[in-house]
């Protein structure tokens, strides 16, 4: 047989083969103990702590070596900050730390916190210490002081809700550090969690979206064979439904004559945002767009409607070819939703708005509205042709998003275009397109 053990022992035998293997065993534990505080120094020291290190190593040697007494008390002093160091380090923290969000999801310019928790179990005070808390991009440092036996402290860290998005919170790390910043130890105590700004919406009255009849309005002018709204009678043609033929008509008349309906239908609101760069002005008109148009999702998804709300999928910057997709926003509930407008944001290399309408129009059936939010750079010509890239008989409802711009309302054949210059002139507007539809 020939494994580790043979290798090492050889052709010895007896007290001399277990001497060797308890060598070997011996200089395996001291290697890992080795290994272990090496990865425990090497986590705790930082780069500040590494130069001091080789600078007093260095001092000592030269100083020595050479004679020069103010080396070598540069190599003292170094040696006296490691020990500050390393007494800075000795002990543990007996404190029990907690993060809590009172809100996962605001909306923007809402308040919204972060509540640290610091707990001191035993029964003597506690020091002193600092604990981090990263907010999105920030860190914040915030101070525990001396907290009493069998006493809490808790503050409240302000997250910032002033732009819509997704903001990563926490964890909640203490650190343990020398003054000078020779080393430094941390602590995790909780786990990360994130916060959700909406963007803000205004409400919509739920009449305001009515630009088509669905089965609780009017009817369509479309004629159907069979519906609900009754149109008129007229006569028996070949290839018509024997089920629909009026008898008491035909009894009067001596021919067969039938029923007429007019089409109802539900109405399939579709939702489109551009987030091409060039088709807005700035960050400031593109966040009115998105408002817009988070304002109608929601309303439509409230309103038990059926909607799809899409945007353009974002080009790659090494692709050879522009993608031509969309991407379509959960409509499942208000707050699936505007989870995902959260993350919405501009691109250089998408796709325009006509584009995305005529992938959204081939792509989506039964559509009765589709909104276009668009920027101010966005002219007549391009929207109109974004218009024709929807199914005959859709009512196409363009929303220009101009900030500080006076509500003006326009309709030609086959579109209407109303400019908004605040979120609160989309509700006048709506209404004004629904009443003159």
């Not at 101070?143 to 732009?163: D, H």
């Amino acid at each position: 047989m020939t494994n580790v053990r043979t290798r090492i022992v050889g052709d010895r035998d007896g007290v001399a083969a277990e001497a060797v293997i308890g060598i070997v065993r011996l200089w395996a534990a001291a290697w890992r103990l080795v290994l272990r505080a090496w990865a425990e120094v090497s986590s705790v020291v930082t780069g500040l702590g590494w130069t001091v290190a080789a600078l007093t190593l260095v001092a000592f040697v030269a100083g020595y070596r050479f004679g020069l007494r103010e080396v070598v008390v540069v190599g003292f002093a170094g040696a006296v900050l490691a020990v500050v160091a390393a007494v800075a380090l000795i002990g543990r923290s007996r404190l029990a730390i907690r993060m809590r969000l009172p809100q996962h999801r605001v909306a923007v310019g809402d308040d919204a916190g972060v509540v640290i928790t610091a707990e001191n179990p035993t029964r003597l005070p506690s020091v002193p210490t600092t604990v981090e808390v990263p907010v999105g991009t920030g860190l914040v440092d915030v101070a525990i002081p001396a907290i009493g036996p069998n006493a809490t402290f808790e503050r409240q860290v302000p997250v910032p809700t002033l732009r819509r998005g997704v903001l990563d919170v926490g964890p909640v790390t203490s650190v343990r550090a020398d003054p000078v910043g020779l080393v430094r130890r941390e602590l995790v105590w909780t786990t990360r969690e994130q916060v959700i700004v909406h963007p803000r919406t205004i409400a919509i009255p739920s009449t305001s979206t009515g630009l088509v009849r669905d089965l609780e309005g009017q009817a369509t002018t479309d004629l159907s064979p069979a519906d609900i709204a009754f149109h008129a009678i007229r006569e028996y043609m070949p290839g018509d439904d024997p089920r629909t033929i009026h008898w008491k008509s035909t009894a009067k008349s001596g021919a067969l004559m039938v029923r007429q309906f007019e089409d109802t239908r539900r109405s399939h609101l579709v939702v489109v945002l551009g987030i091409a760069r060039g088709e807005f002005g700035d960050d400031e008109e593109f966040e009115l767009a998105v408002s817009t148009a988070a304002s109608l999702g929601a309303r439509a998804v409230r309103d038990g409607r059926e909607v799809s709300v899409a945007v353009s999928q974002r080009t790659p910057e090494f692709a050879k070819r522009a993608v031509y997709a969309v991407r379509r926003l959960p409509t499942v509930t208000p707050t699936r939703l505007l989870d995902d407008f959260a993350s919405v944001g501009l691109a250089d290399a998408c796709l325009p708005i006509a584009e995305v309408s005529r992938i959204v129009g081939s792509d989506t059936e039964g559509i009765s509205v589709a909104f276009l939010v668009v920027g101010s750079t966005v002219g007549l010509p391009a929207l109109r042709l974004a218009a024709t890239r929807f199914p005959v008989g859709v009512e196409v409802v363009a929303v220009i998003c101009e900030p500080d711009a006076q509500p003006r309302f326009l309709r030609v054949a086959g579109l209407t275009v109303v400019t908004i210059g605040y979120l609160d002139d989309l509700r006048h507007a709506l209404h004004r397109s629904a009443s003159t539809a």
